[in-house]
């Protein structure tokens, strides 16, 4: 019910993605200045750097095995990896300022992301419990003041879980890769997704929570119970997989054009994914179009109990 009722938002809420794509391609066009001019040298020094190449040679070898099925098992991972980690430990030194921007660029197109999903999530939320229609660039700049503080700090969250997952997968696949050979390659993706989604699930509630009035420290303050846990994970590992395959199959049918479309998508996904949970959990009944009103199971269950002590009499 969850992924149905955020498919069936995404579908009649479409409008909104266009909206912010003006501001996707903003983000795209910063993310790319800060690539290509701010951080040029360090990228430039690592990437002709010996220990790099042989990785990169190395992963390519295992991208084209797999695709073709002719994996090798003369691929060594662990040598390639382990000596590009103290090549950079070894010139860490001379590239220490040039580490710490890149680290505040990732921090900054971060934030920059998180705020569109803010402002999505103020917007879908008006249209769910009221059908109130609200314009995207109007609340993005009403929302400034309210939406900075919080996504400053769930900012540093979403870095450290992308970087969690990201890291457990492919350290996984590093190490295990000469032992497990293909299976490691599967077994890793899967605990890469698995542990995001772990984080999708325990921070689910947050952003939602702080849009409809909560304060700060409310907010911050997660409940689940363990009956709810199972499936809110196993949705949002579900929609995950769902949203790479189409960022993937996005990004190579259109040569990278058509993330400025994907990004947007993707975000008013989870942000609808989000805002269901949170309407259900907390049992309040929402908009799915027009016409429809989804009264979650909670007040159903209520209602069924509040009809069962009518009839008895005393």
């Known amino acids: 019910m969850l992924i149905k009722n955020s498919l069936r938002l995404l579908l009649n809420n479409l409008s909104v993605i266009f909206k912010a794509m003006l501001y996707s391609l903003v983000v795209v066009f910063l993310t790319y200045l800060l690539v290509t001019v701010v951080f040029s040298d360090i990228f430039k020094t690592i990437s002709q750097s010996p220990e790099f190449t042989t990785l990169m040679d190395d992963l390519n070898k295992l991208w084209h095995g797999f695709i073709s099925g002719n994996l090798s098992k003369d691929i060594n991972l662990v040598d390639s990896f382990e000596q590009l980690m103290e090549a950079i430990r070894i010139h860490a030194n001379n590239y220490c300022w040039s580490i710490v ?56 969250l979403s870095i ?16 295990t890769f000469t032992h497990l050979y293909l299976l490691s390659i599967v077994i890793g993706t899967w605990l890469a997704i698995l542990f995001y989604s ?41 929609a995950l997989i769902v949203s790479v395959s189409i960022n993937v199959m996005m990004f190579i049918s259109t040569l990278g054009a058509g993330m400025v479309l994907a990004i947007p998508l993707t975000q008013l996904l989870f942000v609808l994914i ?35 002590l009518d009839d008895i009499e005393v």
């Open 198 to 238: 772990v984080y999708l699930t325990l921070t689910s509630t947050l952003r939602p929570s702080f849009v409809t009035g909560s304060t700060l420290k409310e907010t911050f303050t997660i409940k689940y119970s363990r009956t709810d846990f199972g499936p809110i994970l196993a949705s949002f590992v579900v």
């Open 160 to 175: 450290f879980g992308a970087v969690l997952s990201i890291a457990v997968g492919a350290l996984f696949i590093v190490y």
């Open 101 to 156: 921007g890149l680290a505040v660029g990732v921090y900054i197109i971060t934030l920059l992301n998180n705020i569109c999903a803010y402002t999505l999530t103020d917007i879908m939320n008006a249209r769910m419990s009221t059908y109130e229609k609200k314009g995207f660039f109007l609340s993005l700049i009403a929302n400034l003041k309210k939406s900075l503080p919080f996504e400053a700090l769930y900012s540093l």
């Open 274 to 308: 989000q805002l269901v949970l949170h309407y259900s959990l907390k049992g309040q009944k929402y908009y799915v179009d027009y016409e429809t009103i989804e009264t979650p199971n909670k007040i159903k269950q209520d209602s069924q109990n509040a009809d069962f």
